[in-house]
């Protein structure tokens, strides 16, 4: 039932990290690839990997949030393969922008809302000509996070826009159902990617805690993420649509409770520094 064969899959933000490991796993499970990837260099090594894993697919060097560029690549896909049964808007970025919300430029603003919400609207909406060829049993995938379900200071922006996914998600279920499109999203904690290299982050003297942190004892991976998208996308999923489901270790779950040094859990731990000695 993970079995993507005869089936064509658009991965956003596909040359790297969770994007990368989502690519590169359909392609495993049979699918034909499309990756629309921003940068020349990653773009070009994603491509080498696929072809050389006997990989149908498709690598574009795309903005996805340039509504032309996002339209050019649909007609590629559409000659190319004619059709489309899976998207996984995975393009997202805080782009380092961490301050307080009243220091926030109009610039900024506009650069987080452009890669983090409106590249999975412009995206979404070109692609469902495309998915409905196919007819039923297509799938849209966004990759959100769990900062859609609690709030984070200095990144209010970014925690806005992965809210507005969630509302997102299940609206579009609604009017795609009746065709038999799903719309789904994936919602990660801390991921381990080459973007954000956590696990690395970390100081050293203090990763002996990381299995504190998180209930089941370590960061995601992008592999976490790509095999939560097999599955949403896969018929097992059939009957699962406007749902997010949260990829976090535990994370959301503990809402604020800690293993102590000695084990015991605690919602009023004693802070005396973080992890990245910031």
């Known amino acids: 039932m993970l079995n993507f064969n005869e089936k064509v899959v658009l991965v956003t933000g596909g040359g790297a990290g969770i994007g990368r490991a989502t690519a590169e796993a359909f392609g495993k499970a049979g699918a034909s690839v499309v990756v629309a990837e921003i940068n020349e260099e990653r773009a070009a090594d994603v491509r080498s990997a696929l ?15 340039d509504r032309a560029a996002v339209d050019a690549l649909m007609a590629q896909v559409d000659q190319r393969f004619g059709g489309l049964d ?13 301050k307080p ?15 983090n919400l409106k590249s999975v609207m412009l995206v979404s ?3 469902i000509p495309l998915l409905r060829k196919r007819g039923a049993g ?7 996070s769990i900062e859609a379900f609690r709030g984070i200071p200095n990144t209010v922006v970014y925690a806005a826009m992965k809210h507005g996914i969630t509302g997102f998600t299940r ?3 609604l ?24 696990h690395a982050m970390v100081a050293e003297e203090h990763r002996h805690h990381i299995p504190r942190w998180i209930p089941l004892g370590r960061f995601g991976t992008p592999e976490d993420m790509a095999g939560t998208a097999l599955f949403l996308a896969s018929d097992l999923a059939g009957w699962i649509t406007g749902s997010t489901i949260n990829v976090d270790g535990g994370a959301l779950a503990a809402a604020g409770w800690y293993r102590d040094p000695k084990g015991m859990w605690t ?5 005396s520094g973080n992890g990245f000695n910031f």
Request: hydrophobic share 45%; with cysteine.
């Open 51 to 65: 072809e050389s894993a006997g990989v149908p697919c498709l690598v574009s060097v795309t903005d996805v949030t």
């Open 86 to 98: 899976v998207l996984v808007n995975n393009a997202g970025d805080f782009l380092g922008i961490i």
């Open 101 to 115: 919300f009243e220091f926030y430029t109009d610039d900024d603003i506009e650069q987080v809302y452009a890669i």
């Open 125 to 127: 909406r070109a692609a």
């Open 138 to 144: 297509g799938s849209i995938i966004s990759v959100s």
């Open 171 to 173: 609206a579009l279920a």
């Open 175 to 198: 009017e795609l159902g009746p065709e038999g499109i799903r719309v789904n999203a994936i919602a990660p904690e801390t991921t381990d990617t080459p973007q954000v290299p956590v």
């Open 267 to 271: 919602n009023v731990p004693v802070i």
